[in-house]
């Protein structure tokens, strides 16, 4: 069966299904690079990965598996692409950029740092050298005046919100955020810590109105707070690699004169971070990043046979959100499922906004092929209908959605808010620390 009609309803279904198929932009199979962490070798990356996965069938559009005669899944190495927090902080992001395409502004607490004026951050920059000079005879090169200007470029780079934190609504960067001279969490009285605090799913009015993002993606509010709360993701979403080959790469860095021996003595000056001989011969060429330096070939990309990506919005979980206020789920019996309807709208759109963003890192561009792309819905029973939207059709869909919900549901207005000086000053201490010109390049 078949739906594309963005005028339908939800709630004759359980979940919304989607399978993306992506292709490396060299080409299918090219080697990607998969995020990396730390392994138990030295310079050995890790990858999360799994030795035994069935594979998807292209035959069937990655929708099956390959079996084998006597109808058993067929087992081959699995590498994660894009794992389930990543593909949240993507697809969330992609909403955020794209929010105008929906003809609103989405709610939450928005941090900036235009409180905060240029001869005030020159200041806590100035302080900031003088106690980092201060430790373990510590250098930089920073003046005052240069760190004040590359805190002012990261704070306003940042676009900090509920909706790019790592903990959305609940992350401590938004807790401690400034409002009106006071931290929110420092000031229980205030509606905005009552925002925070009361945002769950039995009071759907603060956690709907305020923060959407988190009723997607899920939150947990764990402690320093008078009451916990915790909301499983709706929307989960991952990319895999399957059949995945792993492909190793080896490099020398080159140096323009061809080396310099590492009998010559070299340091940098901890005062100017200029260049100078080591009397002491023990400052190798590689401490200021000259000379020859090979290393090993390791495994870093892997070559494989489909990447997919899968992702679900689970539309049962989401009619799970109740409002506390009891005229107000009086006057709207259907509540739960409005709500509901425009979650998984705002959900779609951002799954499709996603696909067009297949750039995740260095050496891993993917393009997601429409042949294979594409919606299912699933019913009480866990039958299937396709579901053909793209992203102007999920558009029109949500505004349809957000039109029909009642002035009392809808989004709140944006708070503006603003980095506190405790992490400004933070912030100078890193970059002092990320300056140290007493290090070499090897620490």
């Known amino acids: 069966m078949s739906n594309s009609n963005q005028n339908m309803s939800f709630n004759n279904y359980v979940a919304v299904r989607y399978l993306g198929d992506l292709i490396p932009t060299g080409g299918r199979g090219t080697p990607v690079a998969p995020p990396t962490y730390i392994g138990r070798e030295e310079k050995a990356p890790a990858f999360a990965s799994a030795d035994s996965h069935p594979v998807p069938d292209s035959q069937s559009g990655y929708r099956a598996y390959l079996t084998d005669d006597n109808g058993a899944f067929i087992h081959r190495r699995a590498v994660v692409i894009n794992s389930l927090g990543a593909e949240a902080g993507l697809i969330e992001q992609c909403i955020l950029t794209n929010s105008h395409r929906l003809g609103i502004e989405l709610p939450g607490f928005y941090l900036t740092s235009e409180n905060i004026s240029d001869e005030q951050l020159e200041k806590i920059a100035g302080e900031a050298i003088k106690k980092f000079a201060k430790s373990d005879k510590k250098q930089t090169q920073y003046t005052a005046s240069v760190l004040a200007r590359a805190l002012r470029n990261d704070l306003e780079s940042a676009n900090a919100s509920n909706w790019t934190a790592a903990h959305r609504h609940v992350d401590s960067y938004i807790r401690h955020a400034e409002v009106d001279g006071k931290q929110i969490w420092e000031n229980p009285e205030s509606e905005h810590y009552q925002f925070i605090s009361e945002a769950s799913a039995n009071k759907a009015e603060f956690l709907f109105r305020y923060f959407p993002g988190s009723a997607l993606f899920g939150f947990w509010l764990s402690s320093v707070a008078q009451r916990r709360h915790k909301w499983a993701r709706a929307l989960s979403s991952t990319v895999i690699g399957y059949d995945a080959q792993p492909v190793s790469y080896g490099a020398t860095k080159g140096d323009l004169l061809g080396g310099i021996s590492t009998e010559v003595g070299l340091k940098r000056d901890p005062k100017t971070a200029a260049m100078i001989p080591d009397s002491s011969k023990n400052g190798k060429p590689s401490a200021v990043g000259l000379g020859l330096i090979p290393n090993t070939p390791t495994p870093q990309v892997f070559a494989c046979d489909s990447i997919l990506r899968r992702a679900s919005i689970s539309l049962t979980h989401l009619r ?103 992490i400004v000053t933070a912030r100078a201490l890193t970059l002092l620390e990320e300056s140290n010109t007493t290090k070499t390049d090897k620490e």
């Open 320 to 422: 799970h959100l109740q409002l506390s206020d009891k005229q107000l789920a009086e006057d709207f019996p259907q509540a739960a499922e409005q709500m509901a309807e425009v979650l998984a709208w705002l959900g779609i759109f951002g799954i499709l906004a996603a696909a067009r963003e297949g750039f995740l890192r260095s050496g891993c561009d993917l393009v997601t092929g429409k042949a294979n792309s594409g919606f299912e819905l699933v019913d009480f029973d866990g039958e299937t209908t396709t579901f053909d939207i793209e992203l102007e059709g999920a558009i029109d869909g949500f505004k349809k959605a957000y039109a029909a919900l009642p002035d009392a549901l809808k989004f709140a207005e944006p708070v503006r808010a603003n980095f506190p000086e405790v």
